[in-house]
């Protein structure tokens, strides 16, 4: 008898495969064209929202690499995110948190909805952060609101975007990938990819609000990375020698993240057809970093999984209780989380999250419109 898996794999090739419009390979639509650019994600794109919203600081060493020197950058990075590249590529200001109070940006150019530790799926008392997808996109349509009355009522107000910005804006989205490793846990693949569609429908309601409500219709879609091959997934699965890769990834879990991207890119698919009006474009970043971590000696980096800003050295220099930047006890003894002596040689910095040297990387390859997909009306 088949597995899930397999049978959801083989159906979801068929329909790739036999689709009657496929996606142009090799596109590139993001410019300084955009009015704006509106982000929902994760820790991978968060610029700051999840340390406003709950009112805590990021500790160096996280930051110390960024070009500026602020408080806190709010980024769980050394320094740079992938979106900040790209907003630096297209001549635009880093994204400012929806939830920032005290700030000198203003949100003319656009705005960050992003939040680390965020899920598509609605979160619970026991998620790390309150603000799924689905909030973020109703802390959008609120934001927009607000704005447009404020316009109407003075219309002098040079710092806030306009209805132009919010219609020829870009819509960005990185999030999916605390969705895969959530149901990973304690499951087999079969069990993770039985949740996967669930996932799926819940990030299509909330694309078809933002397109109905929030009037957005530029879409910049990522899909998620190999979660395998993060240091914390293989400081839980990979204890064993035998359930790990050549390159040290967990055996099974970049499958359930292929899975999840295989019906990500169907429904991306499916949004061409039914919005003729609007762009939408594919965003292959398991490939840009499987291809990263996988030849990381001729990328230009040491070290793929090892850890960067942790403790424990080799093989991971990773331990979940004590975070990059924090003191705990391991052992019996007192250790401190501290940064390697140069970040720019490791792909991963703090088990989870990418160095700013590897968001550089994939940043370029994302440009080089050689991993993006796109139908245009």
Known sequence: METVFHSLFILLSFVAISH??????????????????????????????????????LPPPNGQSFVFKPPSTGRFCDGRLIVDFLMEAIGRPYLRPYLDSVSTQSYLRGCNFAA????????????????????QVAQFVTFKYKVLQLIQQDKTLENLPSEDHFKNGLYMFDIGQNDIAGAIYGKTVDQAAAVIPTIINTFKDGINRLYWEGGARNFWIHNTGPIGCLAQMVSIFGREKSKVDEFGC????NEAAKLFNLQ???????????????????VDIFSI????????????????IVVCCGTGGPPLNYNDQINCGSTGTSNGTTVTSNACNDSSKYVNWDGIHYTEAANRFVSQKILSGTYSQTVSS
């Open 116 to 135: 680390g530790g965020s899920t598509i799926q609605k979160a619970n008392a026991a998620s790390f952060s309150p603000f799924g997808f689905g909030v």
């Open 20 to 57: 009657t419009q496929p996606l142009l390979a090799g596109s590139f639509p993001i410019s300084p064209n955009f009015a704006a650019v509106f982000n929902f994600g994760d820790s991978n794109s968060d610029t700051g929202e999840l340390t406003s919203g709950l009112g805590f600081r």
């Open 289 to 304: 970093k499987s291809d990263l971590i996988q030849n990381h000696s001729k990328n230009g980096f040491d070290q793929s």
């Open 264 to 282: 990500l890119q169907g429904l991306v698919r499916n949004f061409t057809q039914q919005y003729r009006d609007a762009n939408f474009t594919y």
């Open 250 to 253: 967990v055996i099974g879990h």
